[in-house]
């Protein structure tokens, strides 16, 4: 739907603003997830019919009430870690092992092992695994990970196709591949391909839709096709949200050119980036040689993407919600480092000061998760709303 942004309804986090301060009260830095949301975007992406199965990408909110809300969706999910794969089942225990795929990134042996002996469904994306450990995957069903040859995304740290990525078997290695699993007594159940994170162009998924059907034709076994997550988000509240219409005409028009194949997808940010709030409190309002600092009670140690990838977050004073914009500042954080900016020419109002609260914007995909301790400052806490 394209509806300008003035006709867009206001976030959540002002439509419950009093709840929002509420949960600020009990302490900051402090992520809140609005559930409601979550359910909203599963149930988008429920819509798009050419999509026969629906993984969330856990990496981006392993939260157990995100979780529980996506099951209860009908979604599976997509683990990259033998870590994040206990941390499912510790959720989830009554979990069909058959909704959880594995796609780790050079794991070790006992990952593969223990998901392996777990049921789920086990991704290699490189020939070692077949070459180093053949007997782990003799009789068993494996998908494989391909790298179409090109990556897509809004960094290029979150590409992750292409020869320079470390991800995914190469096009040229198929056939080694093949022969390899067959040698080793394993069957290729399906193909998998991620080529990057925060993708706006529909057509990227239709392009590697038809690649992987390419690859399965010559493989004979493939009974399904996983094209990754990647959807963008607008984390700009002036621009375009993405486009899921073009999204569905894509895939619904490179599914009926090979329908033979059940489609999967497993997006992360998509479902949960909107739904997430960093608070924090202002602790400093300092001037320097003219320029207004606004220093927080949590920085890069509580929310990574704006200093690791340049990301853009909406930043509202929320205890001021109706003041008029003020004089461009910087919001900082407390860490000991320059790039622990949250954000650069954001035009908080001008009473700003000690105490308010700085409510930073989409921030429920790849918040928490990446938070860390550097300095020794404790990690984030998190909660969440629902109806
Ligand atoms: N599948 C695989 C194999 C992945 O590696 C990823 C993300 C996803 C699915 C989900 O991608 P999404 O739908 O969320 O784009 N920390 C970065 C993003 C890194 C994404 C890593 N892989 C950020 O904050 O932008």
């Not at 992520?31 to 981006?60: M, Q």
């Not at 099951?71 to 058959?98: K, R, Y």
């Not at 070459?131 to 494989?144: D, H, M, N, S």
């Not at 320079?164 to 040698?183: H, M, Q, Y």
């Amino acid at each position: 739907i394209d509806h300008p942004a003035a006709e867009r309804p206001a976030p959540w986090w002002l439509r419950q603003r009093e709840r929002v301060l509420q949960a600020a009260a009990a302490g900051t830095p402090r992520y809140l997830y609005h559930l409601p949301t979550v359910r909203e975007r599963a149930r988008d992406l429920a819509e798009v019919p050419a999509i026969d199965r629906r993984f969330f990408a856990l990496k981006a909110n392993p939260h157990p009430a995100v979780l529980r809300t996506l099951e209860a969706e009908g979604f599976g999910f997509e683990c990259v870690s033998l870590g994040e794969i206990e941390h499912l089942f510790g959720v989830l225990p009554a979990l069909a092992p058959d909704r959880v795929l594995f796609t780790p990134s050079f794991a070790p042996r006992r990952e593969f092992e223990a998901a392996l002996a777990r049921g789920v469904h086990v991704t290699l994306d490189s020939l070692a695994p077949l070459q180093q450990w053949p007997e782990l995957f003799a009789g068993r069903e494996i998908v494989l990970r391909v790298d179409p040859g090109f990556g897509q995304g809004h960094h290029e740290k979150v590409r992750t196709g292409g020869k320079d990525a470390k991800f995914g078997l190469a096009l040229e290695s198929v056939g080694e591949f093949t022969a390899a699993a067959r040698a080793a007594g394993a069957r290729i159940a399906g193909l998998h391909a991620h080529i990057g994170s925060g993708i706006h162009d529909a057509q990227h998924w239709h392009t590697v839709y038809a690649s992987l059907a390419a690859v399965a034709e010559g493989i004979g076994t493939v009974g399904f096709i996983d094209v990754g997550g990647g959807l963008g988000v607008a984390y700009d509240p002036e621009a375009e949200p993405f486009d899921l219409e073009a999204y569905a005409a894509a895939l619904a028009e490179v599914k009926a050119a090979y329908p033979q194949y059940a489609l999967w997808v497993e997006p992360g940010r998509y479902l949960v980036a909107e739904a997430g709030a960093l608070l924090l409190h202002v602790t400093q309002v300092v001037r320097k040689q003219g320029q207004r600092r606004v220093g927080a009670d949590g920085g890069m140690n509580a929310l990574m993407r704006p200093a690791l990838y340049g990301a853009w977050h909406e930043i509202t004073n929320l205890t001021r919600a109706g003041d008029p914009p003020g004089e461009p500042c910087e919001v900082v954080g407390p860490v000991c480092e320059s790039s622990d900016v949250l954000g650069r020419q954001r035009r908080l109002p001008d009473a700003t000061a000690e105490g308010d609260v700085i409510l930073v914007g989409h921030a429920g995909a790849y918040g928490a998760v990446m938070a860390n301790r550097y300095n020794l400052r404790e990690l984030p806490q998190e909660d969440v709303l629902d109806d």
